[in-house]
């Protein structure tokens, strides 16, 4: 996993809200297909939402570790 910027909505034009730092935890909801990113060397449309530290937002879901 590498650093994500939390958005507002499931693409990467929304605004950012935070940073989830590289190996931090967070606690993840569902997912949801938005716009489209190139990112942990891959292209994708997947999201996921996040809460982090208070910050309720989305992510890129192939840059996550997940259990």
């Given at each position: 996993m590498e650093s994500?910027t939390?958005?507002?909505?499931?693409?990467?034009n929304?605004?950012?809200?935070g940073?989830?730092p590289?190996?931090?935890?967070a606690?993840?909801?569902g997912g949801?297909?938005?716009?489209?990113y190139y990112?942990?060397?891959k292209?994708?449309?997947?999201?996921?939402?996040?809460?982090?530290?208070?910050?309720?937002?989305?992510?890129?879901?192939?840059?996550i570790d997940r259990?």
């Amino acid at each position: 996993m590498e650093s994500l910027t939390i958005r507002e909505r499931p693409t990467s034009n929304s605004t950012a809200l935070g940073i989830l730092p590289k190996g931090a935890r967070a606690y993840c909801g569902g997912g949801a297909e938005g716009g489209s990113y190139y990112a942990c060397g891959k292209n994708g449309i997947h999201w996921i939402s996040v809460n982090y530290r208070g910050i309720d937002g989305w992510v890129v879901l192939y840059c996550i570790d997940r259990p």
